[in-house]
């Protein structure tokens, strides 16, 4: 797998139906035993639209095995992880830190695991 590359999801019927309401499909991106939330899946006419995911800087992380996961979470669970990630890349510590697990879901609605490579 280069850096970057767009992915493309497929959601169930559930899924979908339950981001019109109160929850979001969060991305995050997994290595080296850190998650780091990216973002979340935006739809257009009830499909997922390609998301350009990022496996860290161009050079790093080669040859490691980075988890992909698919997390529905609340709309305010996703805006506290939000404000927590920018406070974290305002003070410098969101690489060392990433995203506090017990806010996502025990059990992903998706993972997937890819190599990246250059």
Do not use: E
């Not at 999801?9 to 997994?30: E, I, M, P």
């Not at 780091?36 to 040859?63: A, C, M, S, W």
């Not at 305002?90 to 059990?107: E, F, I, R, V, Y």
């Amino acid at each position: 797998m280069s850096w970057p590359f767009d992915a493309r999801f497929t959601v169930s019927a559930a899924d979908l139906a339950a981001t019109s309401s109160d929850t979001v499909l969060a991305v995050s991106v997994c290595v080296a035993g850190i998650c780091y939330l990216d973002g979340n899946i935006k739809f257009t006419g009830g499909v997922p639209d390609p998301y350009t995911i990022y496996l860290g800087d161009r050079k790093g992380g080669n040859h490691q095995a980075w988890v992909l996961r698919v997390d529905r979470i609340s709309k305010v669970t996703y805006a506290k992880l939000l404000k927590a990630r920018k406070a974290a890349f305002k003070d410098g510590s969101w690489g060392a830190q990433g995203t506090s697990m017990s806010d996502l879901n025990d059990h992903p609605v998706s993972r997937v695991t890819v190599i990246k490579s250059t």
